[in-house]
Nanobody, 120 residues
Framework: QAQLAESGGGLVQAGGSLRLSCAASGRTATAWFRQVPGKEREFVAAISWGGGTPYYADSVKGRFSISRDIAKNTVYLQMDSLKPEDTAVYYC?????????????????WGQGTQVTVSS
């Protein structure tokens, strides 16, 4: 059973940075999604267990970076040059295997989410 716990959200001004952490067990792909009220959950970034090239949504490419510390069982999402439209609840999710997908349905394990608010 993959257990997940996010941390690191908060309030930041536009142009600022935040780093989210996801404490996770299980040797599978890990992804970050985000959701605002009234909208569907949106893919942000994903990384496989064994390394390889991460995958990013076009909206965050060049600003966000996903990484993994295997020894700590932790996945990070470094968010730079934040924009007000990045405001959302951010969720960490674990997949069934090491494959990277953008479909939330391919990730059976989810954390409770952490709020990120970017002020203009």
């Amino acid at each position: 059973q993959a257990q997940l716990a996010e941390s690191g959200g908060g309030l930041v001004q536009a142009g600022g940075s935040l780093r989210l952490s996801c404490a996770a067990s299980g040797r599978t792909a890990t992804a970050w999604f985000r959701q605002v009220p009234g909208k569907e959950r949106e893919f942000v970034a994903a990384i496989s267990w064994g390394g390889g090239t991460p995958y990013y949504a076009d909206s965050v490419k060049g600003r966000f970076s996903i990484s993994r510390d295997i020894a700590k069982n932790t996945v990070y999402l470094q968010m730079d040059s934040l924009k007000p439209e990045d405001t959302a609840v951010y969720y960490c999710a674990r997949g069934r295997n090491s494959g990277l997908t953008i479909n939330p349905g391919d990730y059976p394990y989810w954390g409770q989410g952490t709020q990120v608010t970017v002020s203009s």
